[in-house]
């Protein structure tokens, strides 16, 4: 029965109201004599752990459970009950970082980058003539700076007139099924050293990088893609520096495609669809919704910024 790991973990949770993993949400089910006996296996905390997840992500508004932590579930309707001790507040997981193979990825030097990082709602504008993008070095996810520099991330919104795009992420779960994730309104990627174009206009390939992300998921024709590189197309806006994740090594680099007219995105990779064209004032769905990096865009007015440019 699909939902009886689900009933399971709701009725363990009501009895000891607060957040738990899977494995405690198992030890205690079968200290209580809750598990159904047709439920067997050796890896049930994973089969749990996958059943909760999918729910989570698949049914945002049905679901029953939500998480505490990434790896800690409780139930909606007990969140704000005030007998409850335990922190019972949401945790959001962050947009998903491009997975690094292993090759070489651009790294900027740390110092000096601190005063280009906007604070608060305060609006940036950067270009390739600041000093971070001359103090750079390629390096492997082992060999990298601990303390001297930071990987760059890239996050490419495409603008058109006064609209963002904006698209639902898709994620596949453990049947290589596709699940709807968080909408977003950038394409993420990095910089790798073989992307490095010493005639582009930054030099350090990230134009290149930004424009190749673009055409995976866009499906942009050869055309489009050569007009967005040979007309400046893209753009770097400015830096941003997500407080998600304080261990987080990384800086986000926030690019700006702007399109032109007559192109219209279509569906050219699986992690990205339902393209919608929103605007700041109207992003069709709540900024909840929307993945960390969007939302801190919305919530810094800097859509506004890149729209109005």
């Known amino acids: 029965m699909s939902n009886a790991y689900l009933d399971v973990a709701e009725r363990v949770l009501r009895i000891v109201k607060r957040p738990l993993n899977p494995v405690e949400i198992l ?3 079968y200290e209580t004599h809750l598990v159904p006996p047709h439920l067997f296996g050796a890896t049930q905390h994973k089969t749990l752990q996958a059943r909760l997840s999918e729910d989570v992500l698949h049914h945002p508004e049905s679901s029953k459970f939500y998480r505490t932590d990434p790896a800690l579930f409780f139930l909606k309707d007990l969140r704000f009950d005030p007998s409850i001790k335990a922190d019972t507040s949401e945790y959001r997981a962050p947009r998903r970082s491009k997975f690094l193979k292993r090759g070489k990825y651009l790294y900027l030097a740390s110092e000096g980058i601190e005063r280009l990082v906007p604070k608060d709602d305060k609006p940036f504008k950067i270009g390739f003539d600041e000093g971070c993008f001359r103090n750079f070095a390629f390096f492997s996810d082992w060999d990298a700076p601990i303390n001297e520099g930071l990987l ?3 996050f490419i919104v495409t603008a058109r007139n006064d609209s963002v795009l904006s698209f639902k992420l898709g994620y596949r779960n453990i049947n290589n099924e596709i699940l709807d994730g968080e909408r977003s309104i950038g394409f993420g990627s990095v910089v790798e050293e073989g992307a490095r174009d010493l ?3 930054d030099g350090l390939g990230i134009i290149s990088s930004a424009i190749s992300e673009l055409a995976h998921n866009l499906g942009m024709p050869p055309r489009i893609a050569e007009q967005a590189r040979y ?3 893209v753009e770097a806006v400015g830096l941003l520096q997500p407080i998600f994740n304080v ?4 800086i986000h680099l926030i690019l700006v495609y702007h399109c032109p007219d007559e192109f219209e995105p279509i569906q050219g990779s ?3 669809k339902d393209f919608r064209w929103v605007t700041a004032a109207n992003p069709t769905n709540r900024f909840e919704d929307y ?3 969007s939302r801190e865009l919305f919530f810094r007015s800097i ?3 890149i729209i109005s440019n």
Not at 247 to 250: E, K, V
Request: overall charge negative; hydrophobic content about 45%.
């Open 247 to 250: 261990h987080d090594r990384s």
């Open 27 to 29: 030890e205690i089910a």
């Open 199 to 201: 005639f582009g206009v």
């Open 270 to 272: 699986l992690s990205s």
């Open 152 to 154: 760059l991330r890239l």
């Open 303 to 305: 859509v506004t910024k």
């Open 291 to 293: 993945d960390v990096i």
């Open 231 to 233: 007309e400046n197309l």
